[in-house]
């Protein structure tokens, strides 16, 4: 009897730490830690150059773990159904492993591979659990497909016992006879769409995810609770990234956070559970979308909104230029960084829906271009969480700029590291500096608001039928 040989087909899944697709298809002899290069992603508009940097350094970190075990990765650009079909033949592998996905274009992947590779008498193994700590399914209401509302969703979700976390492999033996393209660079996986990456990202791949959140679980989990809306202390995990590649495993995440296995061990309100609880938001995100796949680019719940179109208005929105330091200060570190603080999220998001009025989709996509944590399930539902058309049990529910810029960054220190025209101006002056006087006002070179906050919530209540 021959050697046996799998193909380990990774997707958002690019770690060899907690990866039951790599771990279980290096139970055979042979292995081929493989990934595709697939065109439809970048003709589909989703190839963003920060996104593009991080990926390529993900590869380059995923070839050197599995170079250290004595394998390899195995690079292949095309229709990825194709792809992996050309490896099981040129291999006689009898198993692929994939993780299991939400969004309809992996759904569909995983039901053309399942469909092709059963011709070729090989198995496809999709594995749950991998880029969720909870498989989007497992946990339903007993009237519906999906929990439209997290609370109860949460509560459920904290009754799950987790699988257990698994070691990356030892060794990885890759048959020799395989062929590869080199890795990518940046360049090369953005092609003809271009661009220029952010100048702050972060750096990719697996080693520096778990360095991150190693030390930030050692040094800054404990003040999670309390300080992860301090916008200019920054407590946040900013980890991600690293989630939304697969640097990290959710389900590893939630067992270190809690200190084993057990439910509730690290206490309820602590630091390490309200950590949790975001992991948890990010499920119930994947099981939302899992459901109601259309709901990445339609209203999950139809409000009726006669959106403005202005594009004037979201140009300066998008540069930072609206007149609200704190609106300003978080669409600037997204720009700069690729990233931006989860409060800073919420409140752009909050101006441009409800104060200028402006379709959700306009953000989610300026989003998608930028974020290197552009995940299309997060992302698109969070944005609607703010627009009022997603799960939100408040759909009218804005966001002061203002008030939420005294709150989260009472110091103005957010506002001063982003706006540098405002660097002069005291805590009492810095959220609203149109209130400065005609001469004070003169020495400062940023604009007026665009629009009165009065004059928001005007817009809102005539378009959503209200006024």
């Not at 190693?214 to 900013?238: F, L, P, Q, V």
Request: net charge neutral.
């Amino acid at each position: 009897m021959g050697e046996s040989v799998s193909v380990a087909l990774f997707t958002a899944d690019l770690r060899l730490h907690d990866n039951p697709v790599l771990a279980e298809a290096a139970e055979a002899d042979r292995v081929v830690p493989l990934f595709v290069l697939d065109p439809g992603i970048a003709r589909a508009g989703f190839v963003a150059p920060n996104r593009a940097v991080f990926l390529a350094e993900c590869l380059a970190d995923l070839d050197e773990g599995l170079r250290s075990r004595g394998g390899r990765l195995v690079l292949r650009r095309g229709d990825p159904v194709e792809q992996v079909c050309a490896v099981v033949r040129e291999t006689g592998a009898h198993m692929v492993h994939i993780a299991g996905g939400v969004s309809r274009y992996a759904s569909g992947r995983e039901e053309r591979l399942r469909k092709e590779l059963a011709g070729l008498r090989c198995e496809l193994v999709a594995h749950e659990a991998v880029i969720t700590a909870v498989p989007p399914g497992a946990i339903t209401p007993t009237d519906r497909d999906h929990f439209a509302v997290f609370t109860p969703y949460w509560r459920r979700w904290q009754a799950e016992r987790l699988r257990a976390p698994k070691a990356a492999p030892r060794r990885v033996v890759v048959p020799e006879a395989v062929d590869s393209l080199p890795l990518p660079t940046a360049s090369e996986l953005t092609g003809r769409q271009g661009g220029t990456p952010s100048p702050g990202l972060p750096r990719g791949g697996e080693t520096a995810g778990r360095r991150l959140a190693n030390s930030w679980r050692r040094d800054r989990i404990a003040e999670y609770g309390e300080r992860h809306d301090d916008m200019a202390g920054d407590t946040t995990s900013r980890l991600s990234p690293y989630l939304h590649f697969g640097c990290l495993s959710p389900a590893e995440l939630v067992h270190r956070a809690r200190g084993s296995g057990d439910r509730g061990s690290a206490g309820e309100g602590s630091g390490a559970e309200d950590f949790v609880r975001q992991l948890a938001w990010r499920d119930f995100h994947y099981q939302v979308l899992a459901a109601r796949p259309d709901a990445a680019w339609a209203d999950y719940r139809q409000r009726n909104d006669r959106w403005r179109t202005a594009p004037e208005e979201v140009a300066a929105w998008k540069e930072g230029r609206t007149g609200y330091p704190v609106v300003d200060a978080a669409m600037r570190q997204l720009l700069h960084e690729g990233w931006m603080h989860n409060r800073g999220r919420l409140l752009v998001a909050s101006f441009l829906t409800k104060t200028l009025y402006v379709d959700w989709r306009i953000g989610a996509r300026h989003f998608l271009d930028l974020l290197v944590d552009g995940d299309l399930v997060n992302n698109q539902l969070n944005w609607q969480w703010v627009a009022g058309t997603g799960t939100d049990t408040r759909p009218n529910r804005v966001l002061n700029p203002v008030r939420q810029g005294v709150r989260f960054d009472p110091e103005g220190e957010y506002v001063r590291r982003w706006v540098p025209e405002l660097t002069g101006l005291t805590r009492r002056q810095i959220h609203e500096p149109w209130k400065l006087s005609g001469p004070e006002r003169a020495g400062y070179d940023y604009p007026e608001p665009m629009v009165s906050l009065a004059e928001g919530q005007e817009r809102f209540a005539r378009g959503r039928g209200r006024g």
